[in-house]
């Protein structure tokens, strides 16, 4: 739980910090030659710090912000004092000159752009929350929904509809602005970890409704290679709602009528509509979705006051998220196993504790996923641990005792079950079905060794569409003799 009020540094430093700083003291003599990165076996020290950061925040759910923090400090300090190659300015702002970064946004580069653009859509995000409730359209809305559990289930879908559309964050604070109020602020766990999975499973199959498939569609991938995720999250929907919307109607139940008298503020409607339309326009147009939202509160100064106290009190979350955002990137991940439908499984796991920016941009580099699938595993699996993903760090801003890593798991235990349900629905169904971008063509493939730029013979037969299988060879089946007109739909799992 992040507190409201700051606790005693002195405490925390002497808890945290300073173990870490001691630890970081004999590191050094774990180096093989002079110059060379300390590690401790195969382990390079900087993953050893990272797994400390973790465990901290899972057993010191109280003090996370603290944790993040620290262990981010003795992370740049470990990277300036043992490795050589670590260059802060470039490894932040890339090499390119900051006023071609801003005037193209093909030519970004660096970390500033991502860490930016969180922390403006999670303060973003925030205000647009509070102005929701204030426009009092939660208080008429138990008219509408039923109330047995499929109330919250419905809830849960609209959740899963407006994140197809809109960022996940954006709808995970509404849900929960909305849970809010027809459930009298009383949602249980369980519910709270179902409604993060909800924005972030319909955010998987559509290329504006997250950061990472955005990620993948500025990369060249094709939006309809994203769109069969929804076959994975909706399915792993029908399962986690389910038995959420079971759990809330028994912790509460829906309010069955909706406060007498309400007047809904349609002039604050009309301000969440223009900070959404804002946040959809500038990711298409710019890549930076933080600056439509931001754009479109300044303009609403004229329409409504903002509702600015809402801003320290998501201000901590931001940095807590933003810490273990910089951390990941200060890993010296520079490639991942062959891609394959185990390798993006396990991916979604990942995910679950390590952020799943970086995760993408490495397997955009990589090249050759199944970019639907990938999009479910990286996006979905986030869900599994409140701070897997953006959207579970906004929302316990508003639900603080859900910052505790094992009640997110007891509770919230359908979730994880739920994303190996969705994805084994999607692998039995579509397949394994890998397919380029515009970096990682059949030919000239820019990573040495890729599979895709030594065959072209297999293009050639194929007319452009081929499994990664026949190209690796791995079936063990001679897809030369296989007639042109059945290569492309083969798969070599049949055989």
Known sequence: MINNRFPNFSGILKRLFLPLILLIIPISLFASSPGEVPSIGPIRVEFIIFGMILAGVALFHKQTFWVAVTGLTVLLIFKFIFDPGFHFMEHFFGDTPMKEQLLDKELRDGEWGIILNLAGLLLGFALLSKIFEESRVPDILPKYLPDDWTGPFVLLVFVFIMSAFLDNIASALIGGTIALVVFKRKVHIGYIAAIVAASNAGGSGSVVGDTTTTMMWIAGTSALNVLHAFVA??????????????????????????????KVDWMRILIVVMILV??????????????????????SIFIRPVPWKEIPGALKGTIFLLCLVTSASLLPVEELPPASWRTAFALGFLSSVFDNIPLTKLCIDQGHYDWGMLAYTVGFGGSMVWFGSSAGVAITNKFSEARHVFLWLKKGWHVAVAYVIGFFALYLIMGWEPADNRKHKIENCPVPGCPWATKPEVKELSGGTVSYYDITGNSGVNTAVIPPTQLKNYNPLNH
Do not use: E, R
């Not at 986690?240 to 309400?262: L, R, T």
């Not at 990711?283 to 303009?299: E, K, Q």
């Open 233 to 262: 999250a909706v399915a792993a929907l029908l399962f986690f709602g389910w038995f959420a919307s079971h759990q809330q109607d028994k912790y509460q139940p829906i309010m069955k009528d909706p406060v007498k008298g309400v």
């Open 278 to 299: 804002g946040a959809i326009l500038s990711n298409i147009l710019y890549d930076m979705p933080a600056l439509g939202v931001w754009i479109a509160i300044l303009l």
